[in-house]
Every structure is written in structure tokens, then in C-alpha cells.
């Protein structure tokens, strides 16, 4: 690795619900700089969850991503010309980030609706422990889980 790491930059917390949490997931849903549109989508978002579930969305949202963020993960590590999938805790920023990740693949595979709406939902069933995003976790830690044996390869 030539040079230094780059700067950890704070991000702003959004404007309508003050958490940063939300502004980091506008920014996950944005694309091709189109922030005003992110920004509509997440709040078009948690306008319907409020609807639905007659919660605070913020409360919903916040277990959703708990549900979904993993606590250990698989890499892929070669050792005297095999490869092994070797089971690593995840840290910190790495949680969040798939977390944010998963669900939002989870949301843009659905077809057929506004993306709200398929965000609502599946932030609703991620904080239901179901949903797309849930089992992805889940299919990640059983991998993590059956190759436990290679766990003395980590460093």
C-alpha cells in the first residue's frame, strides 16, 4: 500500500431526522450524484413505514440495520495451493456497510414498484428478522459456521 490512508471523513446528519445513520444511507441509495432523488426516495421511504406500522420509522430502521449487520464473515485465504474459506470477525465500519449494502440489493431486486416503496419493505422485514437482507446474514454466518475448522488459518 503506496502512501496514507485517507482521512476518516464525519458525515452530516441529515436534515428532516438528525441521525447519521440516514444520512449514510441516502448516500448508499444515491446514484450518479442525484442526491435531492436519494434523499426523496429514503423519505418517501420512511413516510410509508410510518404509515404501515404506525412506529417511528427511525425505530424501525434502526433494528432493521441491528437484524441485518453481520458479526462474522468468510475470506477467501491460499494456503500451499488451496484456497479456504476462512471465517474473520467483521469490523466495525465493514458491518454497516453491508448491512446498507444488502438490504439495498435486496430492494433493487424487487421489480415492478417505486423504489420506496421497495425500500420501505424491506426495511420492515429486515426489522421483522425476515427479508431478503435477513437471510443473506444468515447464509453468511452458516458459511462462517461450516468452515469453522479453518478458523486457526486467520491472522
Not at 8 to 17: G, H, I, T
Not at 52 to 64: I, S
Not at 87 to 114: C, E, N, Q, S
Not at 133 to 149: F, G, I, P, S
Request: charge should be positive; hydrophobic fraction near 45%; glycine fraction near 6%.
Amino acid at each position: 500500500m503506496r502512501g496514507k490512508a485517507a482521512p476518516k471523513r464525519n458525515l452530516a446528519p441529515d436534515a428532516k431526522y438528525g441521525s447519521v445513520l440516514v444520512a449514510k444511507l441516502v448516500n448508499y441509495v444515491m446514484e450518479s450524484g442525484k442526491k435531492s432523488i436519494a434523499r426523496g426516495i429514503v423519505y418517501d421511504a420512511f413516510d410509508i413505514i410510518a404509515e404501515e406500522t404506525k412506529a417511528d420509522p427511525l425505530e424501525v430502521f434502526d433494528t432493521a440495520i441491528k437484524n441485518v449487520t453481520p458479526a462474522v464473515e468468510v475470506k477467501s485465504k491460499r494456503v500451499g495451493g488451496a484456497n479456504y474459506q476462512v471465517p474473520m470477525p467483521v469490523r466495525g465500519d465493514r458491518r454497516y456497510a453491508l448491512a446498507y449494502r444488502w438490504i439495498l440489493v435486496a430492494a433493487r431486486g424487487k421489480k415492478g414498484r417505486p423504489m420506496c416503496e421497495k425500500l420501505a419493505e424491506e426495511l420492515i422485514a429486515a426489522s421483522k428478522n425476515e427479508g431478503d437482507a435477513v437471510k443473506k446474514k444468515l447464509d453468511v454466518q452458516r458459511m462462517a459456521e461450516a468452515n469453522r475448522a479453518f478458523a486457526h488459518l486467520a491472522r
